[in-house]
C-alpha cells in the first residue's frame, strides 16, 4: 500500500501483520498489566506538531534474547519468527521534548492485544507504548492501534535478504526504502543502528495529517557514508 492512497484506506479495519516470515497469536487469557510510568520519566502534555513511526528490525533485537523470558513471545520463535515490527507511533511536538505519559491507563483488553500481535508481537511493548505515547492522542486504545495498523500497513520494505548480502551505507538503506515507497524521501526518515553498525530500527517523520515529511534538523541522523550491516537471524 503505498502513501499517495493512504487517505483512501484510512478508515479500513484489514488486519496488518509485521514483516514476518510466519506468526501464531497466542491464545491469551489474561491482559497484559498496564504500563507504569517510571518515576524519572515526567508527564508532558505538548501540542502535537508530527509524529514518528519507529519500525524495529527484529532479527538484530533478538540476537541475544531467544533465551529471555520478557521476550519469549517475540524472540523465542514459539509464536512466530518477525523481520520488522512495529516498535512504536510516536507524537512529536516543537522543539526537543515530546509528550508522553498523558494519563493512566488500564490493562488492555486481550482482543486487542490478539489483533496487534503480529504487528507488534510483545504484550508488554504493545502496553508501554499505549501508555507513554497513545494516550497523548487519543482517549481510546483501539483508535491508537487502528491507526498504528495502518500507517504500518502503508509501508513497503525493500529486499532486506538482499541488502543484507552486500556492503551497504545508511545513504543507501534510505534510498532503498524511498524508492519502495511513492512520496518518500531519504531524508524523511532516520536510522537507528548500534555501535557496531548493525541496524535497529527505521523510523519515518510524519506530518500531524500522517503523511510522510521531511525529519526535523534536531533528529538525531546517520551520515549517509556510515556503514550499516543486517542481521539476517541465526
Known amino acids: 500500500m503505498k502513501w499517495c492512497i493512504f487517505f483512501a484506506v484510512f478508515f479500513s479495519s484489514t488486519m496488518v501483520h509485521a514483516q514476518s516470515y510466519q506468526c501464531r497469536a497466542p491464545s491469551l487469557s489474561n491482559a497484559p498489566p498496564p504500563a507504569r510510568k517510571p518515576a524519572d520519566e515526567p508527564r508532558r502534555i505538548k501540542p502535537i506538531s508530527g509524529y514518528t513511526l519507529a519500525i524495529g528490525w527484529s532479527p538484530e533485537f533478538c540476537r541475544l534474547r531467544q533465551d529471555s523470558g ?44 490478539k489483533r496487534n500481535f503480529c504487528m507488534i508481537p510483545s504484550p508488554r511493548l504493545m502496553a508501554s ?25 502503508a509501508v513497503e520494505f525493500p529486499n532486506m535478504d538482499r541488502l543484507s548480502r552486500k556492503p551497504l551505507t545508511a545513504g543507501a538503506l534510505r534510498s532503498a526504502f524511498a524508492a519502495a515507497n511513492d512520496g518518500l524521501r531519504p531524508d524523511m526518515m532516520r536510522l537507528k543502528v548500534n555501535r557496531r553498525g548493525w541496524l535497529q530500527e527505521v523510523r519515518l517523520c510524519l506530518g500531524k495529517s500522517f503523511r510522510p515529511q521531511r525529519c526535523p534538523v534536531n533528529m538525531k541522523a546517520v551520515k549517509d557514508d556510515a556503514p550499516v550491516k543486517i542481521w539476517r537471524g541465526a
Not at 520463535?77 to 488500564?106: E, N
Not at 507504548?129 to 500497513?153: D, L, N, Q
Open 70 to 113: 520478557r521476550h519469549k513471545t517475540q524472540c523465542s520463535g514459539d509464536d512466530g519468527s518477525f523481520g520488522f515490527i512495529l516498535h512504536g507511533l510516536w507524537p512529536d511536538a516543537q522543539g526537543p521534548s515530546y509528550p508522553q505519559w498523558c494519563r493512566a491507563t488500564k490493562a488492555l483488553p486481550p482482543a486487542i492485544v
Open 129 to 153: 507504548e499505549w501508555a507513554k505515547h497513545g494516550t497523548c492522542m487519543t482517549k481510546r486504545p483501539e483508535t491508537y492501534f487502528r491507526i498504528s495498523r495502518i500507517m504500518f500497513g
